[in-house]
C-alpha cells in the first residue's frame, strides 16, 4: 500500500487527498492553472498538493471542493483523506434533525396530487411518493416493488413500466443521458453499475417514436387503463443543504402535458 493511504471508520483505504484532488479536477477537465487561478493558489502549490508534496489546509480543501462543485459525500471524503473531520452531517431521513424537511418534502408530495411525484436518494431509490403513483404502477412484477425500489429499474425493466410506455425509445435515451450525467458529476460507482445494468435490458426499436417537432421537454407517453397519458416532469432539490442526506434528495414530480391527461389523472 502506497506512503501516505489513510483508513476511515470501516477500515476501507482512502487514497491520498492530493489524488483525489488531481481525480477531481481532470474529472472537470480543467488544468492546474485555471483551478488555481479560480482558487486564489499559485500553481506550484497546487501541484504540490496534488502530489503530496504539501498537505492542505482544511480550508483550502473546502475551497477547492467548492471550486470543483465536489457533492458534499466525497467533501467529507476529502476532508479525512487530509487529515481533517468531516463537516457535512449525513442522517437518516427518517432522524428528528430532518423531520423539517421530511414534512416538506411530504407537503410537496400530496399537494402535487392528483398529479403523479415521488422523492428519490442519490442512487433513485424511491424513499416517498404520493397517492397517484401506486395506481399507476398497476402489472408490474412484484418483484420490481419490494424495497427498495430502484424508480429507473422500475421504468426501464421489461418487467416494469417499458412494455407501457409509448414512447420507450426516447424516453430511455433521456434517462440514461440523465444517469450517465449524475455519474460525471459524482463518479458514483452504484451509479455505474446501475447504468451497465439499464443498458443490458432490451434495446426497443428504434424510430418507434419521435419527439413532437416543437417540444422543448421530453415527455412521457404512459399508457394507462384511463387512457395514454402525456407528462413532463421536473426536478426539485433543496436549496443550500449542509447534511448530506438532504443535499442528495430530489423530488420528480410529472405535470400533464395536455387537458385530456388532466382530466384522466383527476379520474384516477
Do not use: C
Request: charged share 20%; proline share 10%; net charge positive.
Amino acid at each position: 500500500m502506497g506512503a501516505g493511504a489513510k483508513f476511515d471508520r470501516m477500515s476501507a483505504p482512502i487514497r491520498p487527498v492530493g489524488d483525489l484532488l488531481r481525480a477531481w479536477r481532470q474529472r472537470r477537465g480543467l488544468s492546474q492553472l485555471h483551478l488555481a487561478g479560480d482558487a486564489g493558489l499559485s500553481t506550484r502549490h497546487l501541484s504540490f498538493v496534488e502530489t503530496g508534496r504539501s498537505q492542505p489546509s482544511r480550508e483550502m480543501v473546502l475551497r477547492l471542493a467548492e471550486r470543483l462543485g465536489v457533492p458534499l459525500r466525497e467533501r467529507n471524503t476529502l476532508l479525512v483523506a487530509a487529515g481533517f473531520a468531516p463537516v457535512y452531517s449525513q442522517r437518516p431521513l427518517d432522524d428528528p434533525a430532518l423531520a423539517t424537511a421530511r414534512r416538506a418534502v411530504e407537503l410537496v408530495l400530496k399537494g402535487h396530487e392528483p398529479y403523479p411525484a415521488l422523492a428519490v436518494d442519490r442512487h433513485w431509490t424511491m424513499v416517498a411518493a404520493n397517492a397517484t403513483v401506486p395506481r399507476l404502477l398497476t402489472g408490474v412484477d412484484p418483484a420490481l416493488m419490494q424495497p427498495p425500489v430502484n424508480v429507473l429499474r422500475l421504468s426501464l425493466h421489461p418487467q416494469g413500466l417499458a412494455p407501457r410506455i409509448a414512447n420507450l425509445p426516447e424516453w430511455r435515451g433521456h434517462l440514461l443521458a440523465r444517469l450517465r450525467q449524475q455519474i460525471d458529476v459524482s463518479a458514483d460507482p452504484v451509479l455505474t453499475a446501475l447504468l451497465a445494468e439499464l443498458r443490458g435490458y432490451p434495446a426497443p426499436p428504434l424510430g418507434s417514436s419521435e419527439p413532437e417537432p416543437a417540444a422543448v421537454v421530453v415527455p412521457l407517453r404512459l399508457v394507462t387503463p384511463v387512457g395514454v397519458l402525456n407528462l413532463f416532469s421536473t426536478t426539485t432539490v433543496f436549496g443550500t443543504p449542509v447534511d448530506v442526506t438532504l443535499s442528495e434528495l430530489a423530488v420528480e414530480a410529472f405535470y400533464p402535458a395536455d387537458q385530456v391527461t388532466a382530466d384522466a389523472l383527476r379520474r384516477v
